[in-house]
């Protein structure tokens, strides 16, 4: 115990040294409670607790998730009121002209707005998130990006022109980068290791309910009518209403705990050891994670010194095909049409021959599917694994819009409309398990740890940055191929992109962070050789049922042949030697 002693005295926590002691030996065997004497009836109730009774939580940390989840449901009601608003609101300011190239780019330039991202998200934004969190904090960071989401959505309910609507929602922009980046970061750095991948997951899962949340607060306000002196009150409202979650966050985050990850990292151990006992049940979890995350950030700020870590994210083999990993399955997640339904569904609808009210309530309808199939997703991603999940659903997604756009054709207005209800809804349906939660998730796990901070800014960048060439292109993409074959290309969009899944992303499910090093260097050819190989295997398992005997790409060494030669071995081997050396 004298490391344990030696940093109780640098770090002057030496009042917490009892429970220090008992949480390095847990963290080095966490099955020694049972065994040893030193540990307290409740400390092994506790512990064992843990593994058994794994979702049994502080009510501290729920309401961390709980605020978590609300402020992804704001990021989900920024991306849909603007979808009921824009039935309404551009004949007022004059571009409802669906026929007019100007009225079509404008109107998606306004919806656009927000992820604006040469100049907003991708290059600001999303790149801010480091020098707020490394400043400010998770919390701060939190209170002022709903901060400023509410603001900016109460002023553009307030606007009268459309250049002053697209102003408001530029703005909105600087919400939403640092927002998308920051809340799931703080969630895993507050979350035991049990439940943390479920928590990180319900960043997608609660932005489909904002979605479905804000597809129904358009069709609530749809019906209210105009007052003396304001025009287009309902629109207004709409658009405003969205800023509402934002503010009460902003109240939640005030008594919301800070990342102890962070408190460490600024030396403030004793606030850090505070905050974990109040997200965990025992003294003894919180000096563990306290001393567990110490050692864990020495090795990773060893890591740092003297590399230049953007470079390296794309000139190390294992970096780069993890980057080129998670650029596919970020682009993939606009490419594949989804935000083309999630802001114009409504218009889709009224064009295929729904009045607006139904249209709007058809555009409730997918934002409830796509809600409550990200559900299931929570237990699928860790069953399935990623990779296959987008394989599967990927070709589903094509057809699904093919339906939709093809239906377009149909002479009966009562086919056309059960033809793009039933393509669109069966599209939410395929989406929300596969494409919805896995880049987020991917991302995450795909970067070595030295970079993972770059590696999520870059990978939120690419999000950002295709959502807002999706959502600019759109209306003039529809004007210049008709429906039709508007959603034909995101349908091909969706084949091409099955073919990058199979060559370029590789599975990354239940893996070590070893195993994760071994499988991101194996060579670009070697895998992707291996995907079309997997053609014919899928042909012969799913289609002939068959039982082929699968090919292993992956021959996982043993920590011992592990050679340190990166970033993150060296970080484990200190790790690893701090832990294991003999009790004092």
């Known amino acids: 115990m004298a490391d344990v002693e030696i940093f109780a005295q640098e770090r002057g926590l030496t009042h917490l040294l009892p429970e220090l002691k008992k949480g390095a030996l847990v963290a080095q065997d966490p099955t020694c409670h049972d065994r040893l004497e030193i540990f307290s009836d409740d400390d092994k109730r506790i512990l064992t607790d843990e593994v058994t009774h794994k979702w049994r939580q502080t009510p501290t940390l729920y309401y961390m998730v709980v605020m978590s989840s609300l402020a992804a449901a704001v990021q989900g009601m920024d991306e849909a009121v ?7 609101y551009p004949k007022q300011f004059g571009i409802g002209d669906s026929t007019s190239k100007r009225d079509s780019w404008l109107v998606g330039l306004i919806n656009s707005a927000p992820y604006l991202c040469v100049l907003c998200c991708a290059t600001i934004s999303c790149w801010m998130t480091h020098p707020l969190n490394h400043y400010l904090g998770r919390k701060k960071t939190i209170f002022i990006t709903c901060m400023i989401s509410f603001l900016t959505c109460i002023w553009s309910g307030l606007t009268n022109t459309w250049w002053h609507l697209f102003i408001a929602r530029f703005f909105l922009g600087f919400g939403i980068g640092p927002k998308s980046a920051t809340v799931p970061v703080y969630t895993a750095e507050c979350s035991p290791a049990p439940i943390r991948g479920a928590l990180v997951m319900m960043w997608q899962m609660w932005t489909a309910f904002g979605i479905a949340l804000g597809d129904l607060i358009d069709l609530t306000f749809y019906f209210i009518p105009d007052t003396p002196g304001v025009t287009g009150l309902n629109w207004r409202l709409m658009l405003g209403s969205a800023g509402i979650p934002g503010l009460i966050v902003c109240m939640q985050v005030l008594f919301a705990p800070e990342s102890p990850r962070w408190l460490i990292s600024k030396g403030r151990y004793e606030d850090a050891f505070n905050e974990l006992c109040r997200l965990r049940f025992s003294r003894v979890q919180a000096a563990r994670d306290l001393y567990y995350i110490h050692v864990l950030l020495e090795a990773e700020n060893e890591m740092k010194k003297g590399r230049n870590r953007v470079v390296e994210m794309f000139t190390i083999p294992r970096n780069r095909h993890a980057a080129l990993a998670s650029w596919v399955v970020m682009f993939g997640q606009q490419f594949c049409g989804v935000n083309v339904i999630a802001y114009y569904s409504s218009t889709i609808f009224v064009e295929s021959g729904f009045s607006q009210v139904s249209a709007l309530a058809s555009s409730l309808g997918f934002g409830a599917l796509n809600w409550l199939f990200a559900l299931p997703a929570v237990f ?89 060439i999706l959502s600019i292109t759109w209306p003039s993409l529809v004007l210049a191929f008709k429906p039709q074959g508007a959603f034909g290309w995101y349908a091909a969009w969706c084949c091409i992109l099955w073919v990058l899944i199979l060559l370029f992303v590789r599975e990354t499910k239940g893996r070590t962070l070893e195993e994760l090093d071994q499988i991101f260097a194996v060579p670009l050819s070697t895998h992707a050789a291996y995907g079309l190989r997997q053609i014919p295997y899928g042909f012969k398992k799913f289609v002939l049922f068959q039982n082929p005997t699968p090919e292993v790409l992956y021959e996982f060494e043993t920590e011992s042949e592990v050679s340190s030669t990166g970033g993150d071995e060296k970080a484990r081997k200190e790790v690893k030697e701090d832990l294991e050396k003999p009790n004092a």
């Open 380 to 468: 699928t991603i860790d069953t399935f694994g990623r990779r296959n999940l987008l394989l599967f659903t990927f070709p589903c997604m094509a057809i699904c819009l093919l339906i939709t756009g093809f239906s377009f054709w149909s002479t009966s207005e009562t086919g056309r409309v059960a033809g793009v209800s039933i393509g669109i809804y069966l599209f939410a349906i395929f989406y929300s398990p596969g494409e919805g939660p896995v880049p987020f998730t991917y991302s995450a796990e795909a970067f070595p740890l030295y970079i993972r901070d770059i590696g999520m800014s870059f990978a939120t960048a690419t999000t950002w940055f295709w959502n807002f």
């Open 82 to 88: 603007i979808n009921g608003a824009q039935i309404i």
